[in-house]
């Protein structure tokens, strides 16, 4: 594994052992909110370690409350951001979202349920945010738990495969006049945390299912800032962006 991938893998060890899927609900969505909590501070360090100075969330200490999320205005209302890179000259520059299924409905025994909920989120933040800044980088990355490739039944396939059909039309987005509702990157995790050992499994939606790396998107990530935004930053050639 690169960095990225190993302090990710730290990160989530930081989390409390994950309830039962029979825990209460408030307990199930404070988890949730922990590991999106870890996941975006874990992404917002490997974007400064890339030349992103202003990326938020910020460590404690440094930029206002640690962890926490930047309000953004959008077209469509204010919308907060897990991840962000904006400057005073650009505007929101890169944006990440943060998805997570971590646990199964307890009528179905899968985690299929709420894959339609978090798809519209995800689709209602891209929209609105690519309204307003037509020109920024979107990407997203809906993590599901490592059960939800193996929750399948003789009537369906298991989450983790149904998850590409239906987020396949909404990544792939190559131009600022694109839909508004697509992200340039948008990425399937299967994710295994424990406080000893945390695993995450990177898969790329508009692929063929073939799995890929954080570092590898961190890379197109930089890629794409620098193409679009050519008269301010470009790809020291190292994998990071620096300005011009």
Known sequence: MGRAED???QALCALP??????????????YSEQMSNVVANALAQELRDRGMAEALPAPAGTRGRSGAERRLAGGLGAKKVDVSWATEESGLISAISVKTINFRDGRAGSFQKNLTNRRADLLMEATTLHRRFPY????????LDH?????DTSRRSSTFHNAFPRLRLFSGRNDPAGRDEQYERLYIALVDATPSRSTVRLYDAAGDGAETSLTDALDALIDTV???NFDDYENDGTGNIRKI
């Open 7 to 9: 302090n990710l893998a």
């Open 17 to 30: 052992p994950k309830p039962g899927d029979d825990a209460a609900a408030s307990a199930k969505k404070g």
């Open 136 to 143: 920024a980088i979107l990407s997203a990355i809906l993590f």
């Open 147 to 151: 059960g939800a490739e193996h929750d």
């Open 226 to 228: 620098a193409e679009r």
